[in-house]
């Protein structure tokens, strides 16, 4: 199984390298781990939420446990979101609006798979995640003027003809042979024009509110199933539960590159097992709170703390770190206290995460 994984990660690493994005792209600064990874508690975090899911991610701790994610919106609206329109802002007949109510990702469920094999036993998890809500630094006022100002090209162009004109330079027709010396003039014009309206700061801080929204609630749930002999015949009802993630941000930087992120979580879980050849059933309610620290595009830092309450209390305390080696590969770290689950509560997580991220481009 590891020598599986690993070849399924070297074949991540090598396809990285083809998928070369812009600057201009909309691109979390989190990569987040796996939904029916933290229904087993088997992740460096279990406390996390993402405002843009992947279309596709793998993710592995300690190269012996594989979860795979996907997004089915992006397979299922390729035409239908694309550009500024995944955030809610349209695009119609040069008028620019800001017409999102916040709610615009709740149609973007993230469908994960996870399998964990043993010699004794086999867990498959299956979970399902949503965003039901997010909200960004500014107002969708604030925000419509910040899209018009940058994505307006048309009006840029007319402003640039003006001035061309009052310099005695008027647009000559396409068929003549100086159509081409004014395209060119046209293009100096409007690169000027963009300089003054600090289009390229605007975009800047546009992209960047995207990319870090204020709030987010997300919704989570997920359900496991175990097979004592690894047999077909033999699986077995594990775990299930659904649980809610609250995250706050706040921005510590003009250039939205560090933050100060609180997470707030809320789970309930239902655990079936056997003793004594007889079937058992354990309910829990988490109550969670992570703080996280990211101090540049690359790097973060976190702890998490996580309360059980129900049959036999206990607790999950772990201290994290994160590195993003690319918009596509993030490695996590994570050493601490984890629940009873095992002979040991003493956890040392190696995450590693991939995601294909195809969502979307700005229009410039």
Known sequence: MKTTIQTIFIFCCILIK??????????????????????LDNSPSIVF????????????????????????????????????????????DSTFKYESSGFHNLSKITLSLN??????ATTIAFGARTNILTLYNSSPKELHELFEAIANDDKITEMAKVKLKEKGIDEPSVTTDE????????????????????????????????????????????????SPNNRISSFKTDRYGIWSTLGLSFNLNKDYTRFFKFYF?????????????????????????????????????????????????????VGQIQWKFSDELTFNG????????????LITFLGISWGFVNNPKTKN
């Open 179 to 226: 159509y081409e010396k004014y395209t060119i003039l046209l293009e100096k014009e409007k690169d000027n024009i963009k300089k003054e309206l600090k289009v390229e700061e605007k975009l800047s801080s546009f992209i960047n509110q995207l990319k870090n929204p204020m709030v987010t609630l997300d919704v989570s749930g997920a359900y496991s199933s175990i």
């Open 49 to 92: 939420a993402n405002s843009i899911p992947k279309q596709l991610s793998l993710n592995t701790n300690n190269l012996s446990n594989l979860s795979v994610e996907v997004t089915p919106f992006y397979y299922l609206n390729k035409k239908k979101y694309e550009g500024y329109e995944f955030f809610g802002l349209k695009d119609k």
């Open 18 to 39: 083809s998928q070369s994005g812009t600057d201009l792209s909309i691109k979390d600064i989190d990569n987040t781990q796996s939904v029916s990874m933290a229904l």
């Open 334 to 345: 994570g050493f601490g206290k984890n629940f009873e689950i095992s002979n040991t509560n």
């Open 265 to 317: 979580f809320l789970r309930y879980l239902k655990d079936n097992y056997i003793e004594d050849k007889i079937l058992s059933t354990s309910q829990f309610t988490d109550f969670g709170l992570k703080l996280q620290v990211v101090l540049s595009k690359k790097f973060s830092t976190a702890y998490e703390y996580v309360k059980r309450n129900g049959d036999g209390g206990d607790y999950r305390s």
């Open 115 to 120: 399998a964990i094999p043993k010699d004794s």
